[in-house]
């Protein structure tokens, strides 16, 4: 008998509540199994799993005997019926967290879209429980509070053959990194983002071969901590053929190019986040990348702009867009003479408002502080540069996106 669509619904929202209990109803029988299974085909899943550390646990919630899983579950497209997410927290015991690492990928391998690591020592042994799997969908990998570099990890990485994006976010201090990244040999990561990074300790300073897909590389120190060892960033820049590079920090922008001995050809798209007046640092390493196309400045305020542009204009003699997030609402230091007068200082000999377009009075307003784009002819090339902003809004989502509106304005990064 056809189970109806409402009781169907019912039992598969009431099943996947509790990954746990999905564990041990696929062991008590093989028809018990095949419900399991394709309750969890419906769902794409999110695995965090977090080892307690002394100074952060709550007695209440968690002990040093515990270790923590919280399990993200979202329901697939077109299933996306009544609720559509759960978000479960279970416990197991330290010394078990193998078997039950085991249990959970031996149901949801098929299904997890990201893995999250938190506070798991150098030597874990619990990675090297994926090399009896296959992770087809993992596209995120997250390692937080630490940084593993022995035991399975690489097995994991290959367990997760199609991983993009991989998030190294808070290590110890004392984390040597130059252990984990022979660890990625063989991945197709693209994406590394490195967080809150107190040092970056290296113990060799030599160039190392990153995986030929990486593309993207995001560092950002921890907040109101000068960050040791910065300078090593040259050498992870020289190590992979990047495309874009995004560094949050003018410390950290300056400790690079005092590393930087040659010339980043592969790099298209630089990012800067600072609000601090630093264009030399800027200025310095865009010098050192004869392709980049892109300059983000995240961050700057508005009445800052002209400056900058005038000293881009003046000493990167090629053709750059530059997009930059502001702090101020009102745009008036942008439509009240702001730009005209760095067109005055550089000779500019045509300032084209792109809001004379039909598109883009229709889609970003009618105002001169919602985008200027300004082009200087120079002998062999021309400089175009565009400092974007977005009216009534501040650095975040609402920001124009420098790619979509570097097309509007007929340029192809």
């Known amino acids: 008998m056809e189970l109806s669509t409402d009781l169907w619904e019912k039992i598969s929202y009431s099943l996947a509540d509790h990954p746990p209990s999905l564990c041990l109803l696929s062991k008590s029988s093989s028809k018990l199994r095949e419900l399991v299974q394709f309750v969890i085909g419906h769902y794409e899943a999110h695995l965090h799993i977090t080892l307690p550390k002394d100074e952060c646990c709550d007695e209440e919630k968690c002990s040093k005997e515990k270790v923590q899983f919280e399990m993200i579950l979202n329901r697939k497209g077109s299933y996306r019926r009544g ?168 410390d950290v922008l300056e400790a690079i190019n005092s590393k930087l001995y040659k010339r980043l050809k592969s790099v298209t798209e630089f990012c800067f986040s600072s609000k601090a007046f630093t264009i030399d640092y800027a200025i310095a390493f865009l010098q050192k990348c004869d392709q980049v196309k892109c300059f983000n400045w995240f961050g700057l305020h508005s009445c800052v702009a002209p400056i900058v542009i005038a000293r881009l204009l003046t000493d990167i003699p090629r053709s750059i867009v530059f997009g930059g997030c502001v702090a101020c609402r009102s745009g008036e230091t942008v439509g009240n003479g702001g730009f005209m007068e760095v067109g005055n200082r550089v000779a500019v000999v045509q300032v084209t408002k792109l809001l004379e377009r039909e598109d883009f009075k229709s889609l970003y307003g009618k105002t001169l502080a919602d985008a200027v784009l300004f082009e200087r002819p120079f002998n062999a090339n021309s400089v175009s540069v565009m400092y974007i902003q977005k009216k009534d809004s501040v650095c975040g989502p609402n920001c124009l996106d420098i790619h979509e509106i570097s097309q509007k304005a007929g340029l192809v990064l």
């Open 83 to 250: 609720r559509a997410h759960f978000h479960s927290i279970f416990t197991c015991l330290t010394d078990k967290i193998d078997l039950a690492v085991n249990d959970l990928l031996e149901l949801f391998a098929k299904e997890l879209i990201t893995l999250r690591f938190n506070n798991f020592p150098e030597n874990s042994d619990v990675f090297t429980v994926f090399n009896k799997h296959s992770l087809p969908k993992c596209e995120d990998i997250c390692f937080n509070g630490s940084l593993p570099v022995h035991n399975g990890v690489s097995d994991m990485f290959h367990s997760c053959h199609n991983m993009k994006r991989l998030v190294i976010s808070n290590p110890n201090t004392d984390t040597d990194f130059s252990q984990f990244w022979p660890k990625l040999k063989g991945s197709k990561v693209e994406t590394l983002d490195l967080m809150d990074i107190e040092s970056f300790h290296h113990t060799s300073t030599k160039e190392f071969k990153l995986p030929l897909s990486l593309r993207q590389l995001f560092f950002c120190p921890k907040q109101e901590v000068k960050c040791k060892h910065a300078e090593n960033i040259a050498t992870l820049l020289y190590s992979a053929n990047w495309k874009r590079v995004y560094i949050h920090s003018e």
